[in-house]
Each structure stands twice: as C-alpha cells, then as structure tokens.
C-alpha cells in the first residue's frame, strides 16, 4: 500500500487456521516491485534506484518453519530491476532472477542490457553463484517463464522515432 505521505510499505502476515488457538506473525518491509512464493519460501523485492544504477534489493522469508511462522531467512542485491513476480523462480534451492540493467555509461550515454542472475543463501546471505549477463543490449526485458532448468525470455526493443501521417485524405 502507499500511504497519505508517499510512503509504501508491504506486510507479511501468515495466520495457522488448521490448528486451534489461530496463530499469526507478520514481517513489514519497505515498497516491493514484486514477489515470488512457492510453498517453502517467500520473495520480495525492492528496487533501489539511483542516478545512473539501478540495483534490487531481495528478501527471503521462510514460511513452512512450523510453529515460528514466517521468518526473514536471508538478504541479497542483484543488478537491475524485475518485470513482474514472473521474472523470478526457484529451482534445486536456488533463486533465479531475471533483471533490466540501464544506466548511463562512462559517456553518459543512456544504455540498457538484461541479466539472468542465480542466488543462494548461504548463512542468511543471498549469494551470486551464477549469472548470464549482457544479453539483448539495447532491450529491455518483455516477459519471462522458468521451466525446469530452462529460462525463456523475451525482451524488447522501443524505438523511439515518431511517424507523422497525414489523415486529411482519407
């Protein structure tokens, strides 16, 4: 939610209501752009945009933990920012993220190129093991899907030319 003073903030609230008496636990956190859950984990992220860097925060919150409810297990940055929760997926323990990188250049030229990067936690740390970067310079990501060990994704380039067309024939 966004309130009156500009401020967004997210709320984790998890309520057991198999079992008697109903229990809850809540986590707050700052404005997401999107988040990821599977059974075992929860996702946010939280963009953080500067002059020329774009960078996203990520959290993860472990809720199948029995009777200690939802619990921030680990904290990690990737390069970029996410699309939709979409652009994230977990496989074989690993979170999976797929980023628009733009920024201006050493020239300060505006420049924009995508990155697949693949994070584990380790002692509550969200770790790069792995990346793809640099794909499709120039595009921005337009959609993203994980199948198994597999990411598909489909990226865009706006062009920014207009076109002025004269109607008063027709």
């Not at 002059?51 to 199948?64: H, I, K, N, P, Q």
């Not at 924009?112 to 380790?122: A, C, D, H, Y």
């Amino acid at each position: 939610f966004q309130a009156e003073d500009g401020i967004r903030d997210s709320s984790v609230t998890g309520v057991q209501t198999c079992a008697l008496p109903i229990c809850a636990s809540s986590v707050m956190a700052d404005y997401t752009q999107g988040i990821y859950a599977n059974a075992e984990h929860l996702y946010l992220f939280q963009p953080n945009y500067s002059w020329g860097d774009t960078r996203t925060t990520v959290l993860e919150f472990s809720w199948a933990n029995g009777e200690r409810g939802i619990e921030l297990i680990g904290t990690g940055v990737v390069e970029g920012s996410l699309l939709n929760q979409f652009s994230a997926d977990e496989f074989d323990g690993r979170l999976r993220v797929a980023t628009t990188v733009s920024g201006f250049d050493a020239n300060g030229i505006w420049t924009t190129t995508n990155r697949l990067s693949v994070l584990e936690n380790i002692d509550g740390s969200l770790n790069e093991v792995g990346a793809v970067d640099g794909f499709a310079a120039g595009e921005r990501i337009y959609s993203v899907r994980f199948d198994g060990d597999r990411a598909f994704v489909v990226t865009f380039r706006q062009d920014r030319k207009s076109t002025r067309l004269n109607s008063s024939h027709t």
